[in-house]
Structure formats: C-alpha cells, structure tokens
Nanobody
Framework: QVQLVESGGGLVQAGGSLRLSCAAT????????MGWYRQAPGKQRELVAS???????NYADSVKGRFTISRDTIKSTVYLQMNNLEPEDTAVYYCNALTWRGNYWGQGTQVTVSS
C-alpha cells in the first residue's frame, strides 16, 4: 500500500529556513509525479511545488526562488527546502503522489512563520 509521511515542520522566524521531508512507501518516487501542497486557514489547498517522473520541476509564483523540491530515490523521499520564509508561508504542508493507481496524500505537517 502507498503511504506518505511528512516531517520537518515547525515554528521559525521570518527569513529562516526549513526542510520538509516526505517518506514514501509502496511507490518509487522517480516513477511518479510528486508534489507539495499547502493549505492556510480560510484558504484553498494550493500547489507549492512539483517534480515529474522526468525530473521537471514547477513552482507557485509565490515561492519561486525561495523553495526547492527534490527527491532521493534510494531513500524514497521527496524534499521541500524552504528558504527566506515569510509569514504568508504559514500553512499545513501536504505531500502528494500521482500514480497510475490513484492520487495519494500524506497527513500534513504544520509550518508556522512568525514576523
């Protein structure tokens, strides 16, 4: 079965950095499109960053130049490096895998950025 488990969230000051991890079981991360989404209170869930099976990355305009998505096939983990964090980045961050069998989500990890 497919499972995605996020970790690495926490409380940081504006301008700080966090590295989120998504440990995946039941899939090969390089065979699938992987993404990070976030949802802030009162807002819809939005795509933050994605990486395709071919290694192509995409980012929301609001995080371009600050966030980087990457993957480690051996460790079966997808990462989101977040630099120069802003209070507007505060949200629950979710890992997503789009596979031929279906769309899978992790449980989420809270990121809070104080000003």
């Amino acid at each position: 079965q497919v499972q995605l488990v996020e970790s690495g969230g926490g409380l940081v000051q504006a301008g700080g950095s966090l590295r989120l991890s998504c440990a995946a079981t039941g899939i090969t991360v390089s065979f699938n499109d992987m993404g990070w989404y976030r949802q802030a209170p009162g807002k819809q869930r939005e795509l933050v960053a994605s990486i395709s099976s071919g290694g192509i990355t995409n980012y929301a305009d609001s995080v371009k130049g600050r966030f980087t998505i990457s993957r480690d096939t051996i460790k079966s983990t997808v990462y989101l490096q977040m630099n120069n964090l802003e209070p507007e980045d505060t949200a629950v961050y979710y890992c997503n895998a789009l596979t031929w069998r279906g769309n899978y989500w992790g449980q989420g990890t809270q990121v809070t950025v104080s000003s």
